[in-house]
């Protein structure tokens, strides 16, 4: 709610804020993205910005961008750098370490400082840091440095930055109070009621018009070549170990059998077992009527919901497991019972138990060979499980060992196969046809956060142990594709292109009109496209659209943001066309004396307070310590990443 109030009424406070980006802003930033706070580390390279004597490269500036990527790829594992850098990339990484840099600055300037013991203690609690005893492990930590490409130093500096943070700013995290009077204009929002007009002008309405020619095709492909980027690709060599490969080292001898049949005796045994229904009534009166009722032809069921119960149905017990779970004398019973037989009441700790027998299963004794099946396939399946943990264990003390990926192949006689360049999807963008190998999912994410020269590694490729040796063999980075292999995709993309800047020039002939006094059915029907006229839009309140969580249609949303009598457009999803919104009236309303109202705007506004502390206190800080900004440099780290120009 508060979000969206916020958005309607421009303030500041309708800006989103999140404790991480804004707050805390590196923490735990450094554990995947850290090059050394402390200072530049550019070995020479154009600064990008300074902060306060501080300077961030152009190098350590692609290197955070490069691991912020890898962080993104945990949850959105098809996003290349193209993307992300078009997604503000850059710019967000940028900030956070802008941010970082700052306020450890103001905190030193204040006199707050992070002892040597404090940030030891830190490291010593890094999970990855600990050895199989569960305490910290030098060995493990070095390890775990350099899986991250990270330094010792760099690392407690890192650590020194976000220890500063948290004492800067864990204050206001804590700021959660809001008066009702603060909150009472914003409650008095959510009950406010708007209704209005919709139009829409659709894209295909404006036909295909005239082929494009060769030189607007070219024109068109250079203004949008990121648009035909192929992104990054990987080339992975990789050999797998699957629980098939070692399935005629499995497979179970006599003696394994027999040993295996007489270790489960039990569950080869002659036994019963019965499917019963039982209820617990808490006195025996109620017990008593239940079991006379049933016993006169009331289905158990009916009657135990009569009672405002409901009976618990067991399958398929044995009598050991029931009268561990009741007692031997109710086992005792239901078990010498004939089928549909009413049982107690019996007394027990909890009230008085009802039973009936609904089902007698008479299982035989198994002797060996009949068991011999279901043993070959359990013991088979366990020395398959054996099999491959040892096979890994023995990959990955050759690779702790610095073995290469060919060494270790030849080492254990396995068959390497080496990929097509994949893009972090899966897919190679020359075989329209392919699709992503879900169990090959964890190999290509393992290769995209490789870099050249690395150790092989070692990734899950099956629930039953099953494993893969990955190794990037090479990186082909982002290019665009040649003009003369995707014409006709580009010719295509042109058409749509002009046809939907022809229905946005109609729209804002539209809206022009609207805005001059015009109606809007009026103006849509000036255009002479074969468009249906707008529709109503019925009286809605803002609450109503906070409650639907996000799934509010976009032309409800833009409502709640104009001024009365004004209309404007915005552009439908997938370039379909142009939504026109026309705000008829508002009706605005008073929260005062609606305590419950107000109660819920306090509550929103306090999840979030917070945070738009933190925003404030930390553009004071940056305008204290001082941030310069070079433009050029920034723009040149963007163009190397999505392969439009730089170089390393």
């Known amino acids: 709610m508060l ?77 290349d750098m193209v993307q992300f850098v078009n997604q503000g990339g850059v710019d967000s990484t940028l900030d956070g370490s802008i941010n970082s840099l700052a306020l450890t600055r103001f905190a030193e300037q204040q006199g707050l400082v992070a002892s040597k013991r404090l940030i030891d203690g830190q490291i010593a609690s890094i999970p990855a ?21 990270l330094t010792d130093r760099q690392l407690r500096s890192e650590l020194l930055n976000e220890t500063m943070a948290q004492h800067l700013l864990l204050p206001f995290v804590r700021a959660s109070q809001v008066p009702a009077k603060f909150a009472l204009p914003f409650a008095s929002l959510l009950l406010e009621k708007r209704d209005g007009q ?145 049982l107690g009441p019996f007394p027990t700790a909890l009230g008085y138990t009802v039973v009936r027998v609904d089902g007698i299963e008479k299982v035989e004794a198994r002797s060996l060979e009949q068991a011999r099946p279901e043993l070959l396939t359990q013991l088979g399946a366990e020395k398959a499980a054996i099999a491959l943990t040892t096979a890994r264990d023995a990959v ?44 090959f999912a964890q190999a290509v994410i393992a290769a995209f956060a490789a870099e050249q020269g690395d150790d092989p590694q070692i990734v899950p490729i099956g629930e039953d142990g099953s494993f893969a040796i990955v190794s990037l063999a090479r990186i082909i980075p982002a290019a665009p594709r040649q003009l003369a292999q995707i014409r006709d995709k580009v010719a295509g993309d042109f058409i749509t292109d002009r046809a939907q800047r022809a229905a946005r020039q109609a729209a804002i002939d539209v809206t022009a009109k609207v805005n001059k006094g015009m109606s809007l059915a009026q103006a849509m029907t000036e255009t002479k496209l074969s468009i249906p006229g707008p529709q109503t839009l019925p009286p809605v ?29 915005l552009e439908a999803p997938n370039k379909s066309g142009w939504i026109l919104v026309y705000l008829n009236h508002i009706e605005r309303a008073s929260a005062a004396g609606q305590p419950a109202v107000i109660d819920r705007a306090r509550a929103d506004i306090s999840r979030s307070i917070g945070g738009e502390y933190i925003q404030q206190f930390t553009e004071a800080v940056r305008r204290s310590v001082g941030v310069k900004k070079n433009d050029k440099a920034i723009g040149q780290v963007r163009a190397a990443l999505t392969g439009q120009g730089g170089s390393d």
């Not at 060992?401 to 994949?422: C, G, H, M, Y």
């Not at 109503?544 to 009598?565: C, H, W």
């Open 3 to 79: 979000s969206f109030i916020r958005r309607v009424t421009h303030s500041k406070l309708g800006i989103v804020i999140t404790f991480l980006v804004l707050g805390l802003v590196a923490l735990m930033f450094g554990l995947g993205d850290i090059t050394g706070m402390g200072g530049s580390v550019g070995g020479g390279a154009e600064t990008v910005v300074t902060v306060g004597r501080q300077k961030i490269t152009e190098t350590e500036l692609r290197q955070r961008v490069q691991n912020a990527l890898e962080r993104a790829r945990q949850e959105q594992p098809t996003i």
């Open 198 to 342: 919709a139009g829409f002008i659709p894209t295909s309405a404006m036909g295909n018009g005239a082929a494009p020619t060769d030189a607007e095709l070219a024109t068109f492909y250079k203004r949008n070549v990121a648009r035909y980027t192929v992104p990054e690709r990987r080339v992975i060599r990789y050999a797998t170990v699957t629980a098939e490969s070692v399935k005629a080292g499995a497979v179970p001898t006599e003696a394994e059998i027999a040993k295996a049949y007489q270790a489960q005796q039990a569950k080869f045994r002659a036994t019963e077992k019965r499917d019963l229904v039982q209820l617990v009534l808490p006195g025996q009166a109620a017990a008593n009527a239940l079991v006379a009722a049933v016993k006169a032809g009331t289905p158990m069921e009916q009657a135990a919901r009569a009672a405002g119960l409901e009976p618990n149905t067991l399958k398929g017990v044995e009598k050991p497991a029931y009268a561990t779970a009741n007692s031997p004398e109710i086992a005792n019973a239901a078990f010498a019972a004939a089928k549909g037989a009413v």
């Open 541 to 569: 309140a803002r609450g109503q659209l906070d409650a639907a969580r996000g799934q509010v249609p976009p032309a409800l949303t833009l409502l709640f943001s104009m001024n009365e009598k004004q209309a404007r457009m």
């Open 396 to 439: 990955d003390d050759a690779v702790s060992n610095n073995a290469t990926f060919d060494e270790v192949i030849a080492d254990r006689k396995l068959q390497a196969a080496t990929s097509a360049p994949l893009t972090a999807a899966g897919i190679n963008p020359d075989d329209p046809a392919s699709k992503a190998d879900p169990a």
């Open 129 to 149: 840091a600990h050895g199989i005893d569960g305490t910290f492990s030098q060995t493990a930590y070095e390890q775990f440095l350099g899986r991250a490409r």
